[in-house]
């Protein structure tokens, strides 16, 4: 099993540029996460999706969006990027909401310029 | 915002010695968890501790909690270079969605 995985795995975006981070799973797992991590800030919640279907905001969900393609699948969607979302992009999931040991992927590090 | 806070920020330790870090967190949990972040990685999880225990051991790792006092602390007994990397502490609460601390480093001297 791969785990999660997580595509690119590095990008320079210019400021008001979109691109999509692609998350997937091969573990059946039902709920999904991204998390942004800044020096000194930790993790912080973007979106997660507790199953097929929904997804809910999460702390810091302002410039993003999110799209639960399928069980396996959760991207992450920067319509116009902006310096501020510099950060390193962090896909994570779990069996079940909360709980229970999250799975995290090997991380996006981008950089808005 | 953030719910657990661990300390210290920063720990650096001879390789052999035991590194002790804490959590302290505000607000009720179901259960706590620790992970660990090697530089560049993604966070892996350690161990996980119930609300209703108040001790838990996983190899050279030793948790434990203290919800009367809203903490808990992580223990690594004859520590490595390879324990060498980021610590965070991550609560649930009613929402079941998991909020993370800060995070503590660890450097093992060799």
């Known amino acids: 099993n791969a785990g999660v995985t997580q595509t690119p795995k590095f990008q320079v975006l210019k400021t008001g540029q979109s691109m999509t981070l692609q998350c997937a799973q091969d573990m059946n797992h039902n709920s999904m996460y991204w998390y942004r991590q800044d020096p000194g800030m930790g993790l912080r919640l973007i979106y997660y999706s507790a199953s097929e279907g929904t997804t809910d905001k999460g702390e810091v969900p302002n410039g993003y969006n999110v799209s639960r393609l399928n069980k396996r699948e959760f991207s992450l969607r920067l319509e116009s990027a902006a310096p501020s979302q510099t950060s390193v992009y962090f896909c994570?999931?779990?069996?079940?909401?909360?709980?229970?040991?999250?799975?995290f992927g090997p991380g996006t590090r981008l950089t808005v310029t | 915002s953030q719910q657990g806070e661990e300390d210290p920020q920063a720990l650096s330790i001879q390789e052999g010695e035991n590194a002790t870090m804490n959590c302290s967190y505000k607000?009720?949990?179901?259960?706590l968890q620790w992970y660990r972040q090697n530089s560049g990685r993604g966070l892996v999880h350690l161990i996980l501790i119930r609300s209703n225990e108040r001790e838990k051991h996983s190899g050279r790792l030793r948790v434990t909690l203290d919800t009367s006092k809203k903490s808990s602390s992580l223990l690594i007994t004859a520590s490595r270079a390879a324990d060498t990397a980021s610590y965070f502490c991550a609560t649930d609460g009613a929402n079941s969605k998991l909020t993370f601390g800060k995070g503590i480093t660890l450097s093992v001297r060799p």
């Open positions: 994570a999931s779990t069996r079940q909401r909360g709980g229970i040991e999250q799975y």
């Open positions: 607000t009720s949990i179901n259960n």
